[in-house]
């Protein structure tokens, strides 16, 4: 049989790690093929190989049964192998159109010719259905266009491979679905897909064959149709994993944060929050569920006073903290795992060690006489990382040399350890494989065992309903439904989400 792309036996070092270990790759033409594993097992390492970004120590590349030499990026594009990477590369901004021929620009008479590349990229948008605007800036669209833009850049490079890595950690629910039809017509176009992914409904829905990887080691391919989730998690940790979080009932007690009347604006300064309520009390998990754009995020920069409140009041147990700075709120008890990791979770090239005490760093014991104290900070971090599971050759390694997963670990590890009264988790389990997804859950659970409040925001609705012990449903900038899980489903809250009155599910109100 021959494999558009065959990786034989490829060995990847860094210093003090293997990150890939003798492992074999065989994509057939037109399949979607996924790359399965847990976070830092090695999958993107695996992939950025294939793509030239790193060469390997062993092993060896071949396309269409043609050994390949692929030292940088641009010879991988000659190949016809194309990458879009977990974290885009696109400039802000740039229009849409100038990002995809940023390298590759047509010219006429020795300047860029921007109209033809509009065109060109217009005429590819509306032959996969991306629906894209060539003009429009990307610091004005959403994250699921920004993708769109970054697989228009393979294919207006002639890319024949596409490598998607966790194309779907940053999207909602709708863009997922839009984002699979648009993977199919590529497949029906005769092109090849790989797809890293640790979310195991995805492979099964949309994948023809799977490779799993555990720590750096080819575990083997599989049939997705021959195979099944629980298998597939097994193969991917080492072990079974329960899907489902155990917990006993919520006890709630009383309000630890109240949020009345609120008003926000977004970016735009156009109202977004317009006039929310909301109360989580001790001992409970509250899951907003919501599509996003509805004021979900400018909710959760307000109570963390990341965002100014225009009017209405936010109190944290008895202490109001509207408009409060954001390190004030901090000392008054809460704790925010954010949406945007990389943005407001992390300082990407400090250590690791550092970035666990980004709350904490001016207090006793990290700081003496405003020194800090790297000894006590070592040892925290140490800590943090074997807690939680960090895979980082050592805490002094750069956080952004992290995959996404362990960068995630981090932030979680520093926002719980400081058992807040309360916990904003923010998409806390995005991009982290289902080992890791069963650890944080349970973390959370056990931080409102302990007495404190959660408040969970999620657009993974299975997450929403597995973990919260109420769910509010945010539309157009206020909560317009508060229900208990076991009363509830998807389709009832896909509804919701979209604005439906509430109906009668299954018996119940």
Not at 31 to 60: C, D, R, W
Request: glycine share 8%.
């Amino acid at each position: 049989m021959e494999y558009v792309i065959e990786m034989l036996n490829i060995r990847k070092e860094f210093p003090g790690v293997v990150a890939n270990d003798n492992i074999t790759l065989q994509v057939k033409k037109g399949e979607i093929h996924a790359l399965l594993g847990e976070n830092g097992a090695g999958k993107s390492t695996l992939m950025n190989v294939l793509f030239g970004l790193y060469q390997p120590e062993k092993g060896e590349i071949r396309i269409k049964g043609e050994k390949v030499d692929i030292t940088n990026p641009n010879i991988a594009n000659d190949l016809g192998i194309g990458m879009v990477h977990q974290h885009f590369m696109l400039v802000e901004p740039f229009t849409v159109a100038q990002n995809i021929i940023l390298g590759s620009e047509p010219t006429k008479y020795g300047k860029i010719n921007l109209r033809k590349a509009e065109k060109e990229v217009q005429e590819l948008s509306d032959k996969y259905g991306l629906r894209v605007d060539p003009r429009a800036k990307i610091r004005d669209i959403s994250v699921g266009m920004q993708q769109r833009v970054e697989i228009l850049k393979m294919l207006y490079r002639g890319a024949d491979v596409l490598i998607l890595d966790e194309p779907t950690a940053v999207l909602t629910p709708q863009e997922i679905n839009e984002l699979f039809e648009i993977i199919q017509s590529l497949v029906d176009e005769g092109k090849s897909i790989i797809l890293i992914t640790h979310k195991l409904k995805e492979i099964m829905k949309a994948c023809d064959r799977c490779t799993v990887i555990r720590k750096g080691v080819g575990i083997g391919t599989v049939n997705v149709e021959e195979t099944t989730v629980d298998e597939l998690a097994s193969l991917m940790v080492g072990r079974s994993i329960s899907f489902k979080t155990e917990k006993d009932e919520a006890t709630p007690g009383k309000v630890v944060l109240k949020v009345d009347d609120l008003h926000v604006n977004d970016s735009r300064n156009v109202p977004i929050v317009k006039g929310l309520d909301l109360e989580v009390r001790e001992n409970e998990i509250v899951g907003i569920a919501g599509i996003d754009g509805n004021g979900q995020t400018e909710l959760i920069e307000a109570i963390a006073g990341l965002k100014k409140t225009e009017s209405g009041s936010i109190l944290l147990g008895d202490t109001p903290i509207t408009n409060l700075k954001p390190r004030e709120i901090t000392e008054k008890g809460l704790a925010h795992i954010p949406q945007d990791r990389q943005k407001f979770g992390l300082i990407l090239d400090f250590p690791v060690s550092e970035n666990t005490v980004l709350q904490t760093y001016y207090q006793h014991p990290y700081s003496k006489k405003k020194m800090l104290q790297y000894e006590n900070i070592n040892e925290y971090a140490k800590r943090i990382v074997e807690e939680y599971d960090v895979r980082t050759p050592s805490i002094h390694t750069k956080t952004s040399a992290l995959s996404g997963g362990n960068q995630q670990k981090v932030i979680i590890g520093r926002e719980v350890d400081r058992s807040p009264d309360l916990l904003i988790a923010a998409q806390p389990t995005r991009g982290l494989d289902v080992g890791a997804i069963e650890f944080i859950h349970r973390k959370l659970v056990e931080e409102r065992d302990k007495g404190r409040a959660v408040l969970l925001l999620s657009f993974e609705l299975d997450e929403i309903l597995n973990v919260s012990d109420r769910i509010v449903v945010i539309f157009d900038g206020k909560i317009v439904a508060d229900v208990r899980p076991e009363e509830t489903n998807e389709q009832e809250l896909g509804l919701l989400m979209a604005g439906s009155e509430r109906k009668k599910v299954g018996g119940t109100e």
